[in-house]
């Protein structure tokens, strides 16, 4: 029995085809699934009515009015937009933070540090004039 070497060739060359398609659809499909996690953050805005330096951690704690009525904490890490004002009492801000990151401001309270509670970290501020 005599087989065509053309034959054997195109056998030859189909088996191998399907052996590249098997193990690619293999290779793909038991790839790692590659996904990141980002912080959601949240709007807020306000005038400052008071800002509490945190003497024993970095940054700030600003207490802003309305629309927001409660305090963030700035960090040497938030983005700070024009006019640089978060420090002026009767200044607006505007920008984002990071809820459930509050409470790292700390201030000195007798030979101790007491944490100053907020909302969050900020991440990026605009502020007025």
Known sequence: ??????????????FFLIMVAVGLFRFLSFAPEVSAQVLPTLPFGGRILLVIPCTCSYGHVVILSTPSDASFHFTPTTLLYQFLQTKRIGAWLLGNYIPGTGNQCLIHSGDDCRRVPNLGTMTIVGTSL
């Open 1 to 14: 029995m005599f087989i065509n070497p053309i034959y054997l060739k195109s056998v030859l060359v189909s």
